[in-house]
């Protein structure tokens, strides 16, 4: 679930901590899940590989705190072209201050196809998966578009 790089508006000199929420945990007798650990790994990596953020820190040694709850997962029971649709709530806080300096939802959707995989399991992991990585990669964008001051 690696985003691709991306062209931030701005690298933010201050250290970033995560909260991500709303996972689950996959039940190997039924369909794949996204779990709050794979999610925030990808978010995690994400920050560092495009330098969005100095660093990604613990929650305590943080400038800002940013949660991510996964709202919703939708996704088709069945089907040949499979599409998932994923909702994320945003949210950074300045530590220092407790003042939300960012507040956002992200929806966005993937679909897999018979060519990315002839089985209908392993499709619609991909279109989690994918609807996920767009859904950080757009929420990484609209962070980078903030002026940060370190001072709200």
């Known amino acids: 679930m690696r985003p691709a790089k ?3 508006a701005a ?5 970033v901590g995560l909260n991500t929420s709303g996972g689950e ?3 190997p007798l039924w369909t794949s899940e996204i779990s709050n650990e794979a999610f925030g ?3 995690r990596e994400a920050i560092t590989e495009n330098g969005l953020f100095r660093s990604v820190v613990s929650v305590g040694q943080a400038d800002y ?3 991510v709850t996964l709202i919703n997962v939708d996704k088709p029971m069945a089907g040949l072209d499979l599409t998932a649709n994923v909702t994320v709530s945003w949210k950074l806080t300045r530590v220092a201050t407790h003042k939300i300096v960012f507040q956002s939802v992200v929806s966005k959707s993937y679909t897999a196809t018979m060519g990315d995989a002839l089985v209908a ?8 998966e994918g609807a996920a990585r767009e859904s950080i990669q757009e929420g990484l964008l609209r962070l980078s578009r903030l002026q940060l001051t370190g001072t709200e």
């Open 6 to 8: 991306l062209a931030v």
């Open 65 to 67: 705190l940013l949660e």
């Open 121 to 128: 399991i392993k499709r619609l992991r991909l279109a989690e």
């Open 41 to 43: 790994q990808a978010i």
């Open 25 to 27: 945990t996959t039940n």
């Open 11 to 15: 690298h933010h000199p201050y250290s």
